[in-house]
């Protein structure tokens, strides 16, 4: 449903709060290791969050990549999916159709737009620090 690079993306910003709720930045090399995440793809995902607000980074010695205090139980699932992957996830067709829509729909459309909605409604409200507290908890887990 999302691309790679999204699910990379999401499972750095769990992983990057979890730390960011202990203080911690953390530099690009621990962020892949502790996704099972390629580094390069990773950098270039995260300079996508950066770019959107998501994440911080700040260089040097003591610098990383981190989530702003007032920002952590703020970022919502649909900033990740819409910085990354844009609003396809809410407008494509099931079968990957250019023009399906109410007027011309293909065998899925009415099945799958239920789906997008549940899917959007559960992106909008789901918080990145609520799957964070699962992780620490030690409910959820970011690699197999």
């Avoid at 290791?33 to 959107?52: C, M």
Wanted: proline share 3%.
């Amino acid at each position: 449903m999302f691309s790679k690079s999204c699910e990379y993306g999401i499972k750095a910003v769990v992983y990057i709060l979890t730390q960011s709720l202990e203080g911690r930045r953390i530099k690009v090399g621990e962020i892949a290791e502790s996704t099972d995440s390629p580094t390069a793809f990773t950098a270039k995902i995260l300079g996508t969050l950066v770019k959107h607000n998501i994440v911080k980074s700040q260089t040097g010695p003591f610098g990383g990549f981190f989530i702003e205090n007032h920002r952590i139980s703020e970022i919502k699932l649909c900033e990740i999916v819409f910085a990354i992957d844009g609003d396809k996830v809410y407008d494509g067709c099931g079968l990957g159709l250019d023009n399906c829509d109410a007027e011309n729909p293909c065998p899925l459309h009415g099945h799958f737009v239920e789906i997008r909605n549940k899917l959007k409604f559960m992106l909008e409200t789901t918080s990145v620090l609520d799957l964070a507290m699962n992780l620490k908890n030690g409910e959820s887990v970011l690699i197999r």
